[in-house]
């Protein structure tokens, strides 16, 4: 029997996102913590091992009404052998037909495209914070931006249809860039999606760095004819460009809440299972340890389905956030 993750607020949460490393080979300058050493970072035997991992995704799946899976890090293709892990996902994913999702920035990936689809892989999301070498270099650390371009065009090849490209928007550094992210990719099959910078322990938020999306949407109409495009389903407010392909969406954690559609639920590369993005790890719920105390199916469901009645109907403002945040994006994957 299937049951449905079904919370107090009657939001139903049929999308998991998965971490599979907290380690990435960038160190963009809004996510990974900026006072971070080589400790922090996870053994091998804290995270989830491959088998465990399906075993969760199997129940989770085929129990627990989860219809999409997106897998993300750290750099999710940045965990060793993780191929094998997809091959021996493939056939989970064929029998219970969820949406198999990567989060990536792209720079890993490209290699593997054609095996990544032979195991199933539905959608790709990449990160792409400026199309200006040194500016892209600067949030990054890396001098990677050809590959990242390289890995959408083969994307594209490869017949991936509507890959997104998610652009944390942060002032004075490439805000001003976005109306030329629309210019560069207008004749393509391509959601731009511009996300609010949002605060996380020790990544350079602050009030002046913040732009909103309405201040980043106004400055794309100087330039270009956006309309709406109704869209309940998509966290993101969607928009056509007016007499070009690419699309325009506007992710605004912080200046409205979207709480009211969640169906997410986050599991960190460590086995800790997040009802909200922005909860205390102290409320995280350790996965890990029921696997590994050889807890069953049925206390497995068990032990998620009574974490649903805890959680919150929309996360804190954004002033306490800023101070408080203790969660890196690094560990839980967007
Ligand atoms: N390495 C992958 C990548 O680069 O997309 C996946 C991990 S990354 C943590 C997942 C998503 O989180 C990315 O789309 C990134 O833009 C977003 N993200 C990270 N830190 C953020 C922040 N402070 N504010 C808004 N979005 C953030």
């Given at each position: 029997?299937?049951?449905?993750?079904?919370?107090?607020?009657?939001?139903?949460?049929?999308?998991?996102?998965?971490?599979?490393?907290?380690?990435?080979?960038?160190?963009?300058?809004?996510?990974?913590?900026?006072?971070?050493?080589a400790?922090?970072k996870l053994?091998?035997?804290?995270?989830?091992?491959?088998?465990?991992?399906l075993?969760i995704?199997?129940?989770?799946?085929t129990?627990?009404?989860i219809?999409?899976?997106?897998?993300?890090?750290?750099?999710?293709?940045?965990?060793?052998?993780?191929?094998k892990?997809?091959?021996?996902?493939?056939?989970l994913?064929?029998?219970?037909?969820?949406?198999?999702a990567?989060?990536?920035?792209?720079?890993?990936?490209?290699?593997n495209?054609?095996?990544?689809?032979k195991c199933?892989?539905?959608?790709v999301?990449?990160?792409?914070?400026?199309?200006?070498?040194?500016?892209?270099?600067?949030i990054?650390?890396?001098?990677?931006?050809?590959d990242?371009?390289?890995?959408?065009?083969?994307l594209e090849?490869?017949?991936?249809?509507?890959?997104k490209?998610?652009?944390?928007v942060?002032r004075?550094?490439?805000?001003?860039e976005?109306?030329?992210?629309?210019?560069?990719?207008?004749?393509?099959d391509?959601t731009?999606r511009?996300?609010?910078?949002?605060?996380?322990?020790?990544?350079?938020?602050?009030k002046?760095?913040?732009?909103?999306?309405?201040?980043?949407?106004r400055?794309?109409?100087?330039?270009f004819?956006?309309?709406?495009?109704?869209d309940?389903?998509q966290?993101a407010?969607?928009?056509?460009?007016?007499?070009?392909k690419?699309k325009?969406?506007?992710i605004?954690?912080?200046?409205?809440?979207?709480?009211?559609?969640c169906n997410?639920l986050?599991?960190?590369a460590n086995?800790?299972?997040?009802?909200c993005l922005?909860?205390?790890?102290?409320?995280?719920?350790?996965?890990?340890a029921?696997?590994?105390?050889?807890?069953?199916?049925?206390?497995l469901?068990?032990?998620?389905s009574?974490?649903m009645?805890?959680?919150e109907?929309e996360?804190?403002?954004?002033?306490?956030?800023?101070?408080?945040n203790?969660n890196?994006m690094q560990?839980i994957?967007?």
């Open positions: 029997m299937t049951l449905v993750l079904k919370d107090r607020f009657g939001r139903i949460h049929d999308y998991l996102r998965v971490s599979l490393t907290d380690k990435c080979n960038l160190k963009c300058i809004y996510c990974t913590p900026h006072q971070i050493n400790r922090d053994d091998k035997s804290e995270i989830l091992s491959f088998d465990e991992l075993r995704i199997r129940v989770f799946t129990r627990l009404g219809k999409k899976v997106r897998f993300t890090g750290g750099e999710a293709m940045a965990r060793k052998d993780i191929m892990f997809f091959w021996t996902l493939a056939p994913k064929e029998k219970t037909g969820f949406e198999f990567i989060t990536t920035n792209g720079t890993l990936l490209k290699e495209i054609e095996a990544l689809k199933g892989l539905d959608r999301n990449l990160s792409l914070d400026s199309l200006c070498p040194g500016v892209f270099k600067y990054t650390g890396s001098d990677k931006l050809q990242v371009l390289g890995c959408i065009s083969s090849e490869a017949g991936f249809e509507n890959l490209l998610n652009t944390v942060i004075d550094i490439n805000h001003l976005t109306a030329d992210f629309v210019d560069f990719f207008r004749y393509r391509i731009l511009f996300i609010e910078f949002m605060p996380f322990q020790n990544n350079g938020w602050t002046e760095a913040f732009v909103s999306s309405e201040e980043v949407r400055h794309i109409e100087k330039r004819i956006l309309e709406k495009i109704e309940r389903h966290i407010d969607l928009y056509r460009v007016k007499g070009y690419v325009v969406g506007f605004r954690p912080i200046s409205e809440h979207f709480c009211a559609n997410r986050r599991i960190k086995g800790s299972m997040k009802l922005f909860d205390p790890e102290e409320s995280e719920i350790d996965l890990k029921a696997l590994r105390n050889g807890s069953d199916d049925i206390e469901i068990r032990l998620i009574e974490a009645k805890l959680k109907k996360h804190p403002d954004v002033g306490s956030l800023a101070q408080g203790r890196s560990n994957g967007g």
